[in-house]
């Protein structure tokens, strides 16, 4: 009964890091400080752009057809 018992428990235990490999990640991978900063200017630059390209094209006139 001990070796049937040892025998099953092992074939769980394969089976169960088996199916955590296969589970999605719930942790994001680490991102130190410098590249949190860095991600966050290079955003605040993207959205000056934008709101620099977005000014510019509302000052055209409005075009009427006639």
């Known amino acids: 009964m001990n070796r049937k018992k040892k025998i099953n428990s092992i074939l769980r235990k394969k089976a169960k890091k ?3 490999k296969l589970a999605p990640k719930g ?3 680490y991102v ?3 590249d949190r900063a ?3 200017l290079s955003e605040q ?3 000056q752009e934008q709101d ?3 000014e ?3 000052n055209t ?3 009427t057809t006639e």
Do not use: C, H, I, V
Request: aromatic letters at 0%; zero cysteines; hydrophobic letters at 30%.
């Open 18 to 20: 088996a199916n955590a």
């Open 27 to 29: 942790k994001s991978s």
């Open 32 to 34: 130190s400080k410098a």
């Open 38 to 40: 860095a991600l966050e």
């Open 45 to 47: 630059e993207l959205s």
């Open 52 to 54: 620099a390209t977005t």
């Open 56 to 58: 510019s094209t509302d």
């Open 61 to 63: 006139p409005p075009q």
